[in-house]
């Protein structure tokens, strides 16, 4: 594999050829702001927030999209730079000065814009009204918040294949949106929510999500429970609650990529119909019991099962929703506990 050699902010990089100016600055630890760039979607080189400076070039470079080269000096962090973004940022806010300053959902602008000291526009003229797509249990759009990074759409179609969004008119009027611009509960939306992933300023948000602030919440990973896929994420947790599940890119089976069922169907973790002790049938009524009873009773009518009737007449059934030590626990059980090998399970066939 050829290297390459640069040096960004002073610091020596090397790097395999074809590598973004951007990539390199990551792998160096020096971070540069960007909103449209996203390491698992293709490149735009939409919002311009990620200019450099590279020397013996005339301007300056956005270095999402500009690839390394033998012996480059890039400087990241200079006065001319930070009043160029502080005027980008200015731009994308133009036309709602509020994203500047919505710290709700995932406003990663707002960020920047605390950091480069932007709070208004200069530039605010007319100004689109836009309906905010309620029309679903899961996503909330507010087009007045998006800066057509495009985001939404790459996701869609790259990391989802569903190819629901996608860009609608030009100029003033452009828009990310469905096919046929209709909402999102009559579109072909699959509430995947990776659109809601990537989203930098909270257009597009998760509805269970959109009164808080993502410093608010306390995230704790864990594995879905819905197949046997593995798939990770974070629990977005609120006063010992959940509130919502967020993706995370670290997730080694899934990336950032969820199912509907995996990042919204989690409500039923709070649900009151769930059970929440054993309940043991007496005289044809379920019973409250503690897990003392409830194991010493399958104990003793397991174990009169196995001297009635021998270890044959017992087979174990266990499940995709269980974790590989569930799984291996229960083949142990049945093994060398009941004597059989009668062990299965229900993603088998
Ligand atoms: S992050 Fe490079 S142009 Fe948007």
Request: glycine share 8%.
């Amino acid at each position: 594999m050829e290297l390459v050699k640069l040096n960004i902010d002073g610091k020596e990089v090397e790097v395999p050829a074809g590598t973004t100016v951007l990539q390199a600055a990551d792998e160096a630890g020096v971070h540069i702001p960007r909103l449209c760039y996203d390491p698992e979607l293709s490149l735009a080189g939409a919002c311009r927030l990620c200019m450099v400076e590279i020397e013996g070039w005339r301007g300056m470079a956005a270095s999402c999209i500009t690839e390394v080269s033998p012996g480059m000096l890039v400087k990241t962090d200079t006065p001319d730079l930070a009043e160029v973004r502080k005027t980008i940022l200015e731009l994308l806010v133009a036309n709602n000065p509020e994203l500047a300053s919505n710290a709700k959902g995932n406003n990663v602008l707002a960020k920047y814009c605390e950091q480069y000291g932007v709070k208004d526009s200069p530039f605010k003229g007319e100004t689109n009204y836009y309906e905010i797509d309620d029309s679903n249990p899961f996503i909330v759009r507010d087009f007045s918040l998006c800066i057509l990074c495009g985001k939404c759409v790459r996701a869609c179609t790259e990391m989802t294949g569903q190819d629901n969004l996608g860009f609608l008119n030009r100029g003033y009027d452009r828009k990310a949106t469905t096919a046929g611009d209709v909402d999102y509960i009559n579109s072909d939306c699959v509430f995947c929510g990776q659109c809601v992933a990537v989203c930098p300023t909270g257009a597009l948000s998760e509805k269970s999500l959109t009164d808080f602030a993502r410093d608010e919440l306390k995230t704790v990973r864990t594995t879905c429970p819905f197949c046997g896929t593995g798939c990770n994420f974070d629990l977005a947790v609120k006063d010992d609650k959940i509130v919502g599940v967020l993706s995370n890119p670290e997730s080694p089976v899934n990336g950032r990529s969820l199912c509907v069922k995996g990042r919204f169907g989690w409500d039923f973790v709070h649900n009151e119909k769930r059970l929440k002790t054993p309940l043991i049938k007496k005289h044809g009524q379920f019973v409250t019991a503690s897990w003392d009873e409830a194991l010493d009773l399958i104990a003793e009518r397991f174990k009169e099962i196995k001297d009635q009737y021998g270890s044959e007449s017992f087979a174990a059934l266990s499940s995709a929703r269980c974790t590989n030590e569930e799984n291996y626990l229960v083949q142990k059980f049945t093994r060398a506990v009941m004597d059989t090998n009668n062990v299965d399970h229900c993603a088998r066939t």
